[in-house]
């Protein structure tokens, strides 16, 4: 399915009850509070956009729980030091290293743009997302920003994003598999699990 199709989809949005009407409604509350998000993410073009630019689009655009808008600034403390008992925080990158970890991150996105393989393509764009998440370069909002980096990751290649999460919005299984990654470094569950996200949101709306 096409993006020009996604396009023609949402504009049609309030005229007509649609498979992608039903999609935009199940992303739960991403979608009520960044409705408008979600929009320029499916109308705009991010081919040739890097990293950084894609990031400040996000940062400039979504809507957090914490902050309206919500800054670019990556955060200067140490998240190991939150009184937290997962091991998570144990693992995220040190803010002495954020800069240069990014700037890794930036060149992986850039090789990615070159895969043709589609299947190579999604796993790295995965490992990408995992990787984002695992660095949490900012104070708040990592992970809202890393589900739009994967959305955006998908559809430059007009892959349909993946409902990540159930009608009660448990997010149990995605952290479970996205910590086997940050914590192990075992990236097969969380290739695995968005993988099977997809095939189920393309199956659900019967999306071809």
């Known amino acids: ?12 949005f309030f005229n007509s009850i649609s498979n992608f009407s039903k999609y935009i409604m199940n992303l739960k509350k991403d979608i009520i509070t960044n409705y408008n998000m979600y929009r320029e993410i499916f109308i705009n073009d991010f081919s040739d956009y890097n990293l950084y630019k894609i990031l400040d689009f996000i940062r400039k655009n979504m ?3 914490m902050l309206v808008k ?25 803010p002495q290293f954020i ?19 589609i299947e190579e393509y999604l796993n790295q764009a995965i490992i990408i997302f995992q990787k984002f998440v695992k660095i949490h370069p900012y104070k708040d909002g ?19 994003p993946p ?23 075992n990236s097969c569950q969380i290739i695995n699990f968005i993988k099977n996200k997809i095939g189920l949101t393309n199956e659900e709306f019967n999306i071809k």
């Open 1 to 12: 399915m096409e993006k020009k199709v996604f396009i023609e989809c949402y504009n049609n």
């Open 142 to 160: 990592n992970g809202r920003t890393s589900r739009f980096l994967l959305d955006i990751m998908l559809l430059n290649r007009d892959i349909l």
């Open 70 to 94: 919500c800054d670019n600034f990556y955060r200067e403390y140490d998240l190991e030091t939150l009184k937290n008992d997962s091991d998570f925080f144990k693992v995220t990158s040190k």
């Open 99 to 117: 800069n240069e970890e990014m700037d890794n991150l930036n060149k992986e996105y850039n090789n990615l743009k070159r895969i043709t393989n």
């Open 63 to 65: 809507v957090n729980k």
């Open 163 to 185: 409902i990540l999460y159930n009608s009660n919005y448990d997010r149990v299984e995605l952290d479970n598999c996205s910590h086997e990654y940050t914590i192990r470094n």
